[in-house]
């Protein structure tokens, strides 16, 4: 008897702690879509060494994740972070994240929502396309010049995506706002100026 007026006891209270719960919906993710970029492993970085020449290459295409939101078009806006960071081989050589050395500074700074300073350098309306940025015309844009760009500088590339039904997708999680290639979505990509010898690799 006792057993069965303690199972009836837990029942109810069961019923009424599960009771108390809120049943609201869970929402579904509202249709949007991102830019992804490929960056041509050649042309990865401005040469601090050769700025006048030097090149940054990627492949550009909007993706939609399936919930038909075609792109129209994606918009690059640019700014420059000049952290004149000074970075070690402790920095550069540290490969998975036990006692290693981090810069005072950020090469790229989250979150990457667009600030006034930030200037529109083109607007891709042919997509998937490769687009080629030189130091020169990033400089400019940036409202800097070649002369004043030093080893460690970075050109932050952000992109705003437009689709065909008129919508302008300019904020994005910042999850997928890091350093890593080949992600499913971008928000933006960093333009080092580097050498490569010191070009600095994100851990893994």
């Keep these: 008897m006792k057993r069965t007026i303690l199972y009836l006891f837990s029942l109810l209270t ?3 702690l599960d009771a108390c719960q809120t049943k609201d919906p869970v929402l579904p993710a509202a249709n949007g879509a991102v830019a992804v970029a490929k960056v041509n492993t050649d042309k990865a970085y401005f040469d601090v060494n050769n700025l006048a020449n030097a090149e940054f290459e990627f492949e550009l295409r909007g993706e939609d994740f399936g919930r038909n939101v075609p792109v129209k ?4 806006w640019v700014g420059l972070n000049a952290p004149r960071v ?36 083109r607007t891709v309306t042919t997509l998937p396309s490769v687009v080629n940025i030189k130091a020169s015309e990033m400089a ?35 999850g997928i706002c890091d350093e890593t290639r080949g992600q499913v979505g971008d928000c933006r990509l960093v333009i080092r100026v580097d050498n490569k010898k010191a070009l600095y690799q994100p851990l893994k």
């Design 140 to 174: 400019t844009v940036a409202g800097s010049s070649l002369s004043a760009l030093r080893l460690n500088d970075t050109f932050l590339v952000k992109f705003v995506v437009q689709t065909q039904d008129g919508r302008r997708f300019d904020a994005f999680h910042d």
């Design 14 to 16: 069961w019923l009424y």
């Design 73 to 76: 078009a994606i918009e690059l």
């Design 86 to 121: 000074t970075l070690t081989s402790s920095m550069t050589a540290c490969g998975n994240g036990v006692g290693c050395l981090y810069p005072g500074a950020a090469l790229a700074p989250l979150p990457s929502r667009l600030v006034a300073s930030d200037k529109l350098l």
